[in-house]
């Protein structure tokens, strides 16, 4: 995997938070996988792929974490 710049890991930092934030707003992290219709276990799915693919890309960037602390947090 690439190194990313500074600005590629804050966008990939965002979109790993959006993808959280949809996901505690839907209210279906609460809800048992037997319990969820087609629709709302693929959106699950489909989001859940995506934090651990972007935790993957931010877990190999680690480098720009202490300057992204001090800005964003």
């Known amino acids: 995997m690439a190194d990313l710049t500074y600005m590629q890991y804050v966008r990939t930092q965002q979109n790993r938070n959006n993808r959280v934030d949809e996901i505690m707003a839907s209210g279906l992290g609460d809800k048992k996988t ?3 219709d087609y629709a709302q276990n693929k959106f699950l799915d489909t989001h859940m792929r995506n934090i ?3 935790g993957g890309m931010l877990d190999q960037n680690h480098k720009h974490w202490d300057q992204w602390y ?3 947090k």
Do not use: A, P, V
């Open 52 to 54: 651990i693919r972007l």
């Open 34 to 36: 037997h319990e969820l």
């Open 70 to 72: 001090k800005e964003y």
